[in-house]
């Protein structure tokens, strides 16, 4: 007998879906250097403890001066004695039209191919949950290019229905 069940549930809230295909670039030096180490402790093999902060730039394309249309804003930390390990929180903050001001939120580990977790978002994306697909498409001294494959459900909020209103209760669930 198997230690787990699986069923499907109905879910009573709509949900939209998403897809988005997008490249992410990160820069550890030279002119478009988007990441700073904070801490380095030095003291353990592997750069184990190493933490960075980020903002990664997304684009829609891989051409050069594709649009920008969010930032990846957060902090990354080597967590591995052993090997390259490391884990990423941050938020994908959208900058373009469409999207401007909404935010996902990504954690996981980081390896050359793999997925992050959507475990929350805000805005147009509020109670997002999903994976982000990403793999290493390029790499050069310094910068990586990482093609993103987004999947994720999230549930459309309308404003609050009554101007003013702190009961908490003012916002509504559906488009």
Not at 21 to 34: E, I, K, M, S, V
Request: net charge negative; proline share 6%.
């Amino acid at each position: 007998m198997a230690y787990y069940e699986i069923a499907p549930v109905e879910c009573p809230l709509q949900q939209n879906e998403l897809y988005m295909h997008l490249y992410l670039r990160q820069a550890d030096r030279g002119p478009n250097r988007d990441q700073e180490v904070i801490l380095n402790p030095k003291v353990r093999p592997n750069d184990f403890g190493l933490t960075a902060t980020t903002a990664w730039t997304i684009s829609d394309s891989l051409d050069p001066n594709a649009k920008i249309v969010a930032r990846a804003e957060g902090f990354h930390m080597q967590t591995s004695y052993n090997n390259t390990s490391w884990y990423a929180s941050f938020n994908i903050v959208f900058e373009d039209d469409r999207f401007k001001g909404s935010m996902l939120q990504v954690m996981g580990t980081t390896p050359a191919e793999g997925q992050w977790a959507i475990s929350s978002g805000t805005g147009e994306f509020a109670l997002a949950h999903g994976v982000i697909k990403q793999k290493v498409i390029q790499s050069t001294p310094g910068e990586n290019v990482k093609e993103l494959h987004v999947h994720a459900f999230y549930t459309p909020m309308n404003d609050p229905v009554v101007p003013g209103a702190t009961d908490g209760k003012s916002w509504t669930l559906g488009a």
